[in-house]
C-alpha cells in the first residue's frame, strides 16, 4: 500500500514591511523581515504510477488547476520533464488539512506550494537544490521562496532577495478580523506610503521590534475598519501591527502563559491563534533537510 507524506506548512508573520518605492512596471520594492512561526496547514503527498496530479481535498471557491499546491506539482513536472525528456516522473495525489486563513497574511497559499516543491522534490528523488526549488517558487508568487529556504529571513526586492537572520522568537497572539484584504486594491491605494527611505538589514536588526512598522497598515486601517478594531485592542495589551497587507493583526510576547491568557479574551471576538515564533522551518526539519 502507498505511504501518504505528510508535512507541514507553517505560516509566516512580516515583523517588519517597508515599501521604497513603485517601479515602472507597477511592482513595489519592499524591505521586511520574514518571522516563521509553529503554525501551520499540513500537505498530504500520495505518489502515483500515473503522472496525474490529483488534488483530494480542494479549498472552495478556488478550481482545481488554479489551487498554488497543482501549480507547483505541475510546475515540478514539467520543470523535470523538460530536462529529462526520457523519464516521466510520477504522480501525485494532493491533499490539504487547511488551519491557517486564506488572505489573512499569513502566507498560506504560498507556504503550501514551498511544501510542495519540497516534498515533491523528495519523494520523485529530483534532487533539486534549495536555490532551484526557490527560483521555481519565485514563478509562483513572490513569498514562495522564504518558504522554500526556511529560515526566517530579510527580504528585498518584491520580496524574493532572501538573506536568513536569527530573530527573536516571542510567543505570539495572531487575531483574524473576519475581513478579507484585497492585496491589489492596498497597492493601488494612492495614499499608501511608498517612498519609505531604504535601510540596511543591520540597521533594522539593530534598531530591533520596538521601531518596526508595516507600511501598510495606515492604508488598511483605513479601508477595513474591523482590522482597525482589532488593532485597537490588542494594542491595549502588546505593541501590535498588520502583517503583509492583512487581515491578521498581531503582537509579541515573552510567555506562552502571556500570551495564552490574551489570546482567551480575543478569542471571545476573533479566530485568534498563540504561535511560537521560529527561526527554522519545521517543514525542513520533517524531511531532515
Given amino acids: 500500500m502507498t505511504k501518504t507524506l505528510y508535512l507541514p506548512a507553517p505560516a509566516k508573520l512580516n515583523r517588519l514591511l517597508h515599501i521604497t ?3 515602472e512596471d507597477g511592482y513595489h520594492e519592499l524591505q521586511t523581515l520574514f518571522q516563521l512561526v509553529d503554525i501551520s496547514d499540513t ?27 497543482v501549480r507547483a506539482a505541475r510546475l515540478l513536472q514539467n520543470t523535470h ?11 501525485v495525489t494532493l491533499s490539504i488539512e487547511k488551519r491557517l486563513p486564506m ?49 526566517s529571513a530579510w527580504a528585498e526586492g518584491v520580496g524574493e532577495k532572501l538573506t536568513s537572520v536569527t530573530l527573536d522568537t516571542p510567543w ?9 484584504v484585497s492585496t491589489a486594491a492596498v497597492f493601488q491605494d494612492p495614499e499608501l506610503t511608498r517612498n519609505t527611505p531604504p535601510i540596511t538589514m543591520a540597521r533594522a536588526l539593530q534598531g530591533g521590534a520596538p521601531t518596526w512598522r508595516n507600511d501598510c497598515e495606515a ?11 482589532a488593532l485597537d ?20 510576547f515573552e510567555t506562552q502563559e502571556a500570551a495564552k491568557q490574551i489570546a482567551r479574551n480575543a478569542s471571545q471576538h476573533w ?19
Fill in 271 to 289: 479566530p485568534t491563534w498563540v504561535a511560537k515564533g521560529l527561526n527554522r522551518s519545521p517543514l525542513h526539519d520533517a524531511l531532515g533537510g
Fill in 172 to 180: 505570539f497572539v495572531i487575531l483574524h478580523p473576519g475581513v478579507s
Fill in 219 to 229: 492604508v488598511v486601517k483605513k479601508r477595513y475598519p474591523p482590522i482597525a478594531a
Fill in 43 to 69: 500537505i498530504g503527498l500520495t505518489p502515483r504510477d500515473d503522472h496525474r496530479i490529483v488534488l483530494n481535498e480542494g479549498i472552495d471557491d478556488v478550481a482545481h488547476e488554479h489551487n498554488l499546491v
Fill in 81 to 91: 520533464l523538460l530536462h529529462n525528456a526520457m523519464e516521466t516522473p510520477r504522480g
Fill in 21 to 23: 518605492r513603485r517601479r
Fill in 103 to 151: 488572505g489573512g497574511g499569513l502566507g498560506g497559499g504560498s507556504s503550501n506550494a514551498a511544501t510542495v516543491l519540497l516534498g515533491l522534490n523528495h519523494l520523485w528523488q529530483l534532487n533539486l537544490s534549495v536555490d532551484r526549488l526557490a527560483a521555481l517558487g519565485l514563478q509562483l508568487g513572490a513569498d514562495v521562496p522564504v518558504f522554500v529556504k526556511g529560515h
Fill in 233 to 252: 485592542w490588542l494594542n491595549c495589551f502588546a505593541p501590535s501591527q498588520l502583517t503583509g497587507t492583512g487581515a491578521c493583526v498581531f503582537a509579541a
